[in-house]
């Protein structure tokens, strides 16, 4: 144990903290520029397995900031390299690289596995996904981001702590470090830092920064502390999970008049908004009544479904799916448009 | 009255700085919120507020005092 014997004599580590990190497990969301700084320390600390989980390829323009990688690399999975080089520095620690990106499907399951969860994305929306999959799965988060000088860090979701939602309740994206640019100190030094909560989670000393967000200021040398609160809204239940993070996106079809004979048609629209349409195969079914009257319909047939403007045929399709039904399209065209298409089509 | 303003983020380049001491007429949030989107194109940026480096709830309606510290925050994408 002598590679660790410079921190066992800490007294906040000692025999036992160097044990803790030996059974620790922290799952590295993100092998850019944040997980290029804190993967390094986190290994060489002793700490018993890293997961890394990144579906990216690197890139030229990555190598100023992402310290892991060499120009020989370019083109070659960030998770891939990362494993290479953390185990040739410390063998001790064990390495489960990830070449896919983390997704509603795949988030759960990697998370149960580990102790602690590191969010070194760039985008938001991937950063709800961590947030929420951690609450589920009841680990904490170590979040860190980046605009150009400024970074921030906190702790989600630490001993049942405020989350990610509670800081930002909106979703909305903003610029990454490839739109507003960023220097890779300025984020080295805010991966550090996240590598620094890492480790006080794991020994159980210090402050953790729950309720708290960090902002540095790497070209003022500043840092400011703002505290938040826990929110009950909204209820992050596997509910909410599905309905954000596993449902498809419906793809609305481009009508042409080969479709009139591959399938039915349904109009989801009120008996009374106009034009009403004349088709070979067409049915009636306003949105409210579809749930009765699905119950009349051959759930392999294939349907195109049609509204006024596309919102309720998006609607009435991801309501079909969920009942079984499997050839089911939303039509990108409203009830007008066909009318004109149609019409066309007639003509020709 | 007179608060002081800090802005982070993106807003750093709208407002033009990152901190400023600006004489309001403004009483709350809401209407200092009013009063700076009406003179800056800042509404198609998402942040939160904190006062005296509290956040505040973005529903809430909070009465502001002299020499209250604003920050307007921004969550960042970058890493």
């Not at chain 1, 702590?161 to 805010?190: D, H, K």
């Not at chain 1, 998006?314 to 066909?338: H, N, S, Y």
Request: proline fraction near 4%.
């Amino acid at each position: 144990m002598s590679r660790y014997q410079r921190q066992i004599i800490l007294p906040q580590i000692g025999q036992n903290g160097q044990q803790r990190l030996a059974e620790s497990r922290v799952l590295v969301i993100g092998a850019g520029g944040l997980g290029c700084a804190l993967l390094p320390y986190l290994a060489a600390s002793g700490l018993g397995t890293l997961g890394i989980v990144d579906g990216d390829r690197i890139e030229e323009s990555n190598l100023h900031r992402q310290v892991l990688y060499s120009a020989k690399d370019v083109g070659r999975f960030k998770a891939e390299i990362a494993k290479e080089r953390l185990e040739q520095q410390n063998p001790d620690c064990v390495i489960e690289g990830t070449t896919e990106f983390l997704s509603g499907k795949n988030a759960l399951a990697l998370f149960a596995d580990f102790d602690v969860i590191v969010d070194a994305t760039d985008r938001i929306s991937v950063r709800y996904l961590i947030n929420d999959a951690a609450v589920l799965t009841q680990k904490p988060v170590v979040y860190g981001s980046i605009h150009r000088f400024e970074g921030q860090v906190s702790v989600f979701n630490y001993q049942n702590g405020p989350t990610y939602r509670c800081l930002f309740p909106q979703a909305v994206e903003a610029p990454s470090c490839a739109e507003a640019g960023v220097l890779g100190t300025a984020v080295g030094l805010i991966g550090m830092l996240q590598a620094q909560e890492v480790m006080k989670i794991i020994l159980g000393t210090g402050r953790v920064l729950s309720g708290e967000l960090l902002i540095y200021n790497c070209l003022n040398a500043t840092q400011e502390r703002f505290q938040f609160t826990k929110k009950e809204t909204p209820q992050i239940t596997e509910a909410f999970y599905k309905e954000k993070h596993l449902k498809e996106a419906i793809q609305a079809l481009n009508f042409n008049p080969e479709l009139l004979e591959m399938g039915i048609f349904i109009d989801v629209r009120q008996p009374d908004e106009q034009p009403r349409l004349q088709m070979p195969r067409l049915i009636e079914i306003p949105l409210g009544e579809l749930e009765t009257a699905q119950q009349q319909l051959d759930p392999d047939e294939t349907f195109y479904v049609f509204c006024q403007s596309g919102k309720r045929a998006k609607i009435a399709v991801e309501q079909m799916r969920d009942w079984g039904f499997t050839g089911v399209k939303a039509l990108q065209e409203g009830a007008r448009e066909l009318a004109n298409a149609l019409r066309k089509s007639q003509v020709d | 009255m007179e608060v002081t303003l800090k802005y982070f983020g993106q807003l750093v380049d709208v407002m033009g700085s990152h901190e400023e001491v600006r004489s309001v007429k403004a009483q709350n949030t809401q209407e200092l919120l009013e009063h700076l989107q009406a003179q800056y194109a800042i509404s198609h940026i998402p942040f939160q507020l904190a006062i005296n480096q509290k956040l505040v709830d973005a529903e809430e309606n909070v009465n502001l005092n002299e020499g209250d510290v604003v920050a307007l925050l921004p969550p960042y994408a970058g890493g």
